[in-house]
């Protein structure tokens, strides 16, 4: 369902490129609101070795109606080769803010 509130997963190379990316589509409205969580800490395969590397991990809320548009937006400004994006469909919350989600 396009009204469906989605939490989306990102993670960033550091605060520059998580701001921008936050500003973008809350600014182009793909999004209601991105939250910018510093000092994660990712390990991961890439290229065939084990890496490890700080990054900025996003909380991106929006709706599975924006969901396309974001991703396209994301993939067009997001610096790394391959990015996080995970969206999750959120079942239950405080349905004031969903409704704010829905609306934004």
Known sequence: MPDTVLLCYCSCPDAASAQALAEALVGERLAACVNRVPGIRSTYRWQG????????????????????????????????????????????????????????
């Open 49 to 104: 070795a084990v890496t490890t590397d700080d990054e900025e991990l996003l909380l991106i809320k929006t709706t599975a109606g924006r969901f396309e548009a974001l991703k396209a937006r994301l993939l067009q400004l997001h610096p790394y080769e391959l990015p996080e994006l995970i969206a999750v469909p959120v079942e239950f919350g405080h349905s004031a803010y969903l409704d704010w989600v829905r609306q934004a």
